[in-house]
């Protein structure tokens, strides 16, 4: 099955049959859905939704099918076009939109579109509205429009450059600081929106910026999951041009991996926690990341008294948390920066003009500063679900077997070993069961990482 349909949205690959894959009318339904749930949920008879795109080929096909659902629906758009994840965040509460909608299927392969909803603080839905959503969805409860009575289309393109000066003024973000150091710095964009901002955003900080896979064609030069697997060919270039490190985004820019400058992953894992580390030493306070992030981020906020707390994962669960504890920065291991002086999102572009103040400050090299931080390994692996597994009943005998040790189940299972861990966990946006690992080093993450993968096939008999 490649349509998932999530309190977060609806997922799924181009094309095929309906309710199996994201089809127009699979599109239409659910923009309908959200339609109608957004004129229950504020009680409005007119209403505005922002509604912005990243550059994958399906976009026009799938932007055009919700906009004018919508307007059907008599609701106003304020249309973005080409943009980001965190730059219709941004635009919905400068607007003062009712809601938004992104169309991306953010990491996953060029094949995938999906409708990413958003409330009038420019947020995430929580469960309860998503189901709501959900249930609208599959009873057809949608009452369109009479003629007199649709809604208008608003173009607006200036958006991107809107949410690059409202980064840029962030009073942590020190433009001199980094216009002094001279950075060289090669990007990744996977051609797509992200080419177009992030360099945007560098050459305003006075960053000598080079381009790699920056035209928003749609065409992913490798998969987009900012992952090293997939990253050889900046990690080469970054040397090659004695760049002083590499900027990678996913496709709708709310992930942020950095290359050092010999070549060497900078860490997913550790972006989030070199902008902790600089905020925390301006701004004392806690911070917020997801059973899945890295041990690093507690001992750096320990590091600077502060108190640190993991959420369920998912972008929703870590920003519910972070209002709960007043937390000044957080965000997920996966290299998504939550900085609420902004706004309540995952932002590659405060990302990116954080860690280039705080590398700045530091006048130290990237390699150096990842090696300031904890030393903790990661192995991420995954196992690709079929309809006759059960994962919930592998959950709970994985739960029963290590009884004994600390765990935590509100998402999935997680084990607390005193060296270190294992998350196991069913994708809400794949069809996979995740298995995370952290250790002290590579060997003993894998190690840790195939005992458990072995654990799990001899459960569910595969």
Request: charge should be negative.
């Amino acid at each position: 099955m490649t349509l998932i349909k999530s309190i977060s949205g609806i997922r799924g690959t181009i094309g095929g049959k309906v309710g199996d894959n994201l089809t127009p009318v699979d599109a239409v339904k659910f923009a309908s859905a959200y339609g109608t749930w957004l004129k229950n949920y504020t009680g409005k008879e007119k209403l505005t939704v922002v509604i912005g795109r990243d550059a994958r080929i399906s976009g026009p096909m799938i932007h055009n099918l919700v906009v004018n659902t919508l307007i059907g629906l008599g609701i106003d758009v304020i249309d973005l076009g080409l943009s980001t994840t965190p730059t219709v965040e941004v635009a919905v509460p400068l607007e003062k939109a009712e809601g938004g909608i992104i169309l991306t299927a953010s990491h996953n392969p060029k094949q995938w579109n999906a409708l990413k909803l958003l409330n009038e603080k420019g947020e995430f839905l929580n469960g309860i509205e998503g189901e709501k959503i959900l249930q609208i969805a599959e009873a057809e409860a949608f009452d369109f429009s009479d003629v007199d009575s649709l809604g208008a289309i608003m173009l607006n393109d200036a958006y991107m450059d809107i949410h690059i000066d409202e980064v840029l003024n962030l009073a942590l973000v020190d433009v001199d600081a980094v216009k002094k150091a001279k950075f060289k710095v090669v990007v990744d964009g996977v051609n797509s929106s992200g080419g177009i901002i992030i360099p945007k955003l560098l050459e305003l900080m006075g960053v000598e910026v080079v381009k790699l896979y920056c035209e928003p064609n749609g065409h992913f030069p490798h998969n987009p999951e900012p992952l090293k697997e997939h990253l050889t060919d900046i990690s080469e270039l970054v040397v090659k041009e004695k760049a002083d490190l590499g900027i990678v985004v996913d496709p709708d820019v709310d992930r942020l991996a950095f290359i050092c400058e010999d070549g060497e992953m900078f860490g997913e894992e550790y972006t989030l926690v070199a902008c902790a580390d600089y905020v925390l030493s301006k701004t004392p306070g806690n911070t917020v990341s997801n059973m899945s992030s890295s041990r690093a981020l507690r001992d750096v906020t320990n590091t600077h008294k502060g108190s640190y707390e993991a959420s369920a994962v998912g972008e929703v669960n870590v920003v519910d948390l972070m209002k709960k504890n007043n937390a000044v920065i957080g965000g997920e291991g996966n290299g998504g920066i939550i900085y609420p002086e902004l706004h309540y999102g995952r932002d590659s572009l405060v990302g990116v003009a954080l860690f280039l103040t705080h590398l700045a400050n530091k006048k130290i090299s990237v390699s150096a500063l990842r090696a300031s931080y904890p030393e903790y390994y990661m192995s991420k692996n995954k196992i690709e679900l079929t309809p006759q597994i059960d994962v919930d009943a592998i959950l709970v005998a994985m739960t029963e077997k290590y009884k004994n040790e600390d765990i935590t189940t509100i998402d999935g299972v997680k084990i607390d070993f005193a060296e270190n861990w294992v998350h196991l966990r069913k994708s809400n946006t794949e069809p996979i069961i995740r298995i995370y690992t952290e250790a002290s080093s590579q060997e003993k993450a894998d190690s840790l990482a195939l005992r458990i993968i072995d654990e799990i096939k001899a459960i569910a008999g595969i």
